[in-house]
């Protein structure tokens, strides 16, 4: 064995044992101060040894180099030192502004967090409980999320509300939330008592009610008080039907998982969340692609100035279609989802406007249902107001990503690898391929990838977290975007 390979592995042993000591302190500070740590934007909770090192190897795309994994060590170590109240801490960020600093590590730590230390609250105050009303793709991934962030967030999953669907009915459920064809196995235990009508996931209960009408479940009698109710069923998208759940008892919030029809507020978070109100009871959360091309749309407004344009989206197909041919309302769906494309209308184009309500009357859109269960691209082919080249706009893109306000909506990838298969996981809003980008001077097209399942139901656990008024402060502070850096984009893993 040479020398190098000799010191390789020694190199390899070393990030192995740091990245050990390194996982036990991450769990620690997560569920006993709710301090959720991440690196350049990817998060360290339930990272095995291998998941860890191979974060600290992506920061390269950030800082031209591996990042220390025993830095980083030193300094949650010196976190886990301090009583820290609820927060989220990009460690990659907060390093490279220690490394800018003359001050020891718990000098520094210590100015730069004054304001969550001493801050830990009781574990019930504060805590708003949460309804999921509807259990099925978004229900059962809204529900993982919550589960996972249990102990934390301010929000505590208390409840699902469905139609009984027969005498096995509890135990169909919590199977569907245990096993995943798309997003894999549910990462812990499941409990079922089908007695008291309760799962038991990970130490957080969750009582099961069976209702039909929205307007009839008293939460209170199960001990849920003031509660934000997020209806997953798409059924009631008006004021009016929403607005049947206020009438049940232990309710005050409605959030809907689905474009809102009327004056109701459509929120893409990150992009006009700010309008979120204590007073507002009824919200929706918009659409899985209002969600991913809004962010972008945004930052190349802001920049360049967006004249108009035409949205494609090449969606998966939906539980709306059917398996084989059969009737259906809806022109073409009523063909087979997993033998055809099929050419359909989407409104998301439309409703940025919503959000944005600068781009109204800019965007066309249409859709194409594709025969993959989940991962779909939007094509924004848009006319810019100032001429720009190709790598202009993915360096800005690409900046967006990991130094501005939308770095937890926007990500970016430049890998001539990547496929939908890639993107299934994905917690951003949308992912530019950078590879894809087109530039005619003024003329661009961009893609736009997003996992339309798990991707928007993170975005609807940061609208819940805005409307429960949970208040988690980020380090370190992140203002708007800086200069473009003007340089060939690196490429960012798969």
């Keep these: 064995m ?5 010191a390789r592995l020694d190199e390899w042993a070393k990030k192995q044992t740091a990245a050990e000591d390194l996982i036990p302190l991450v769990g620690r500070l997560y569920r006993n101060n709710d301090v959720l740590l991440t690196l350049f934007g ?5 990272k095995s040894v291998t998941g860890m090192i191979k974060a600290h190897r992506y920061a390269r795309h950030f800082l031209g180099e591996e990042l220390d994994i025993e830095t980083t060590l030193e300094v949650v ?27 020891s590590t718990a000098d520094f730590l210590a100015a730069e967090l004054d304001q969550v230390i001493g801050a830990q609250s009781s574990d019930d105050e504060g805590v708003r409980d949460v309804v999921l009303y509807g259990f099925g793709r978004i229900g059962r991934l809204l529900a993982r999320i919550l589960i996972d962030r249990a102990g934390g967030t301010g929000m505590r999953l208390r409840a699902i509300v469905v139609r009984r669907g027969g005498e096995n009915d509890i135990v169909k459920r919590a ?54 109710i997020v209806d997953n069923t798409g059924k009631w998208r008006d004021e009016e039907g929403l607005s049947k759940h206020l009438q049940s008892k232990g309710a005050s919030k409605v959030l809907l998982t689905a474009p809102g029809k009327g004056d109701i507020k459509n929120i893409v978070f990150g992009v006009n969340d700010s309008d979120i ?12 692609t209002t969600n991913a091309i809004t962010p972008v749309l945004k930052a190349l407004n802001d920049r360049f100035g967006v004249r108009n344009g ?81 790598d202009e706009l993915n360096a800005f893109l690409r900046e ?60 609807v656990i940061r609208c819940v977290a805005e409307m429960a008024d949970v208040d988690t402060p980020a380090f370190p502070v992140v203002e708007q975007a800086e200069a473009v850096v003007e340089a060939e984009p690196e490429v960012a893993p798969v």
Aim: hydrophobic fraction near 40%; glycine fraction near 6%.
């Design 2 to 6: 040479t020398e190098a390979t000799t």
């Design 42 to 46: 990817r998060s360290l909770q339930g």
């Design 77 to 103: 170590r010196a976190l886990a030192d301090l009583d820290l109240g609820p927060a989220r801490i990009d460690l990659g960020r907060l390093i490279v502004k220690l490394n800018q600093q003359s001050a």
């Design 175 to 228: 199977s569907l939330l245990r096993r995943d064809s798309v997003h894999g196995k549910f990462d812990g235990s499941i409990v079922v008592d089908e007695e008291n009508n309760t799962i038991l996931a990970n130490g957080t209960l969750i009582q099961v009610i069976y209702s039909d009408d929205p307007s009839q479940v008293d939460y209170t009698a199960y001990g849920i008080n003031d509660a934000i």
């Design 277 to 288: 109100t204590d007073a507002d009871t009824i919200l929706s959360a918009a659409s899985c």
């Design 310 to 390: 035409h949205v494609e989206t090449v969606h998966s197909f939906t539980n709306d279609q059917n398996l084989i041919d059969n009737f259906h309302k809806g022109s073409r769906r009523g063909r087979a989802a997993g033998l055809n494309m099929v050419l359909t209308e989407t409104g998301a184009a439309k409703a940025v406007a919503k959000a944005l309500p600068e781009l109204k009357g800019k965007l066309s859109g249409n859709a194409i249902r594709v025969p993959t269960p989940n991962v779909s691209m939007a094509i924004l082919n848009l006319n810019l107001e100032t001429p720009t080249t190709v």
């Design 400 to 459: 967006t990503s990991m130094n501005s306000p939308l770095r937890n909506q926007v990500d970016y990838v430049a890998s001539p690898e990547l496929v939908s298969t890639d993107l299934v996981g994905s917690k951003r809003a949308g992912v530019v391929d950078g590879l894809a980008t087109i530039v005619d001077e003024d003329r661009v097209v961009v893609y736009v990838w997003y996992d339309n399942e798990f991707g928007y139901s993170c975005q």
